[in-house]
T-cell receptor, first 110, second 117 residues
Framework: EDQVTQSPEALRLQEGESSSLNCSYT??????LFWYRQDPGKGPEFLFT???AGEEKEKERLKATLTKKESFLHITAPKPEDSATYLC???????????FGIGTKLQVIP | GAVVSQHPSRVICKSGTSVKIECRSL??????MFWYRQFPKQSLMLMAT?????????EQGVEKDKFLINHASLTLSTLTVTSAHPEDSSFYIC?????????????FGPGTRLTVT
């Protein structure tokens, strides 16, 4: 069974204080690893898809990286508007189902 | 990016009644749509996967007679919660995907908050 574990569960940063969120996964043949951002009371917003180890993708202050066992979401010089829950999910080869982690709740303090 | 809408955003219903939630892909045709529910401080739990024109595939533990899913077109899927009870109160979110050989991203709707009194 596919599993996704995210850490930490919650993270509090000062504005401008860079950090990383971790997503560890086990899957029988990775088709794709996804990062989403979710604001309270809203649906997840797509950020990145990573397909193979060594791949990196960037969007503004966010950078996602992937190894064979985990993915990191690096946040550089965060701003208060980056406060949200960040979800990681994996999809196995040959399957439509996507398995989500519980998320990391990020709070950026001005 | 792809846009997915859900309607209604909030609904309150009495115990024993049925509620229908619509999910639409606005600017693309979705080969597959998914329905999730999310409890506070918990991950998204997949309820079912539906492909246009075929019966939905339900996850283990999800009652297919209680949560009726219809995927009538490539842009519309509906979830009907039949004979709702207070324990069905939750945040329901749909997603839609377009599968290509090189990508398989899901785009989510804004969610529907269901409260059963």
């Amino acid at each position: 069974e596919d599993q996704v574990t995210q850490s930490p569960e919650a993270l509090r940063l000062q504005e401008g204080e860079s950090s990383s969120l971790n997503c560890s996964y086990t899957v029988s043949g990775l088709r794709g690893l996804f990062w989403y951002r979710q604001d309270p009371g809203k649906g997840p917003e797509f950020l990145f898809t990573l397909y193979s180890a060594g791949e990196e993708k960037e969007k503004e202050r966010l950078k996602a990286t992937l190894t064979k066992k985990e993915s990191f979401l690096h946040i550089t010089a965060p701003k208060p508007e980056d406060s949200a829950t960040y979800l990681c999910a994996v999809q196995a080869e040959g399957y439509q189902k996507v398995t989500f982690g519980i998320g990391t709740k990020l709070q950026v303090i001005p | 990016g792809a846009v997915v809408s859900q309607h209604p955003s909030r609904v309150i219903c009495k115990s024993g009644t049925s509620v229908k939630i619509e999910c639409r892909s606005l600017d693309f045709q979705a080969t597959t749509m998914f329905w999730y529910r999310q409890f506070p401080k918990q991950s998204l739990m997949l309820m079912a996967t539906s492909n246009e024109g075929s019966k939905a595939t339900y996850e283990q533990g999800v009652e297919k007679d209680k949560f009726l899913i219809n995927h009538a077109s490539l842009t519309l899927s509906t979830l009907t919660v039949t004979s709702a009870h207070p324990e069905d109160s939750s945040f329901y979110i749909c997603s839609a995907s377009v599968g290509t050989p090189s990508s398989y991203e899901q785009y989510f709707g804004p969610g529907t908050r269901l409260t059963v009194t």
